[in-house]
């Protein structure tokens, strides 16, 4: 089993960046594909960005590409969503999640989530 806890989110303007965190509990970290998504008030969670077990592979949804980077730490248990380019659409609470079998944008593919972080962009 692998806990996730992300952190790192807040209240920023448009154009701001913020950098989040999620650490995961357990060995198996390195194991896992590990994904980000979000959730806005009265929408369907989405796929925002995922990497591979090593790192090597990353995929990112179009809304996110060139702004967004995810990136992991498997020595920390770690995996990063670097935000740049902030604006009001982006505003969500954030969820890492760890996928055994591959990336995926269906959160179906996710067996484990995390709390979520929120993120809210001002205009």
């Known amino acids: 089993q692998v806990q996730l806890v992300e952190s790192g989110g807040g209240l920023v303007q448009a154009g701001d960046s913020l950098r989040l965190s999620c650490a995961a509990s357990?060995?198996?970290?390195?194991?896992?594909?590990m994904g980000w998504f979000r959730q806005a008030p009265g929408k369907e969670r989405e796929f925002v960005a995922g990497?591979?077990?090593?790192?090597?592979?990353?995929y990112y949804a179009d809304s996110v590409k060139g702004r967004f980077t995810i990136s992991r730490d498997n020595a920390k248990n770690t995996v990063y969503l670097q935000m740049n380019s902030l604006k009001p659409e982006d505003t969500a609470v954030y969820y890492c999640a760890a996928s055994g079998l591959k990336i995926s944008t269906s959160t179906a593919y996710y067996a484990y989530w995390g709390q979520g972080t929120q993120v809210t962009v001002s205009a």
């Open positions: 357990g060995r198996t970290f390195s194991s896992y594909h």
């Open positions: 990497v591979s077990v090593s790192g090597g592979s990353t």
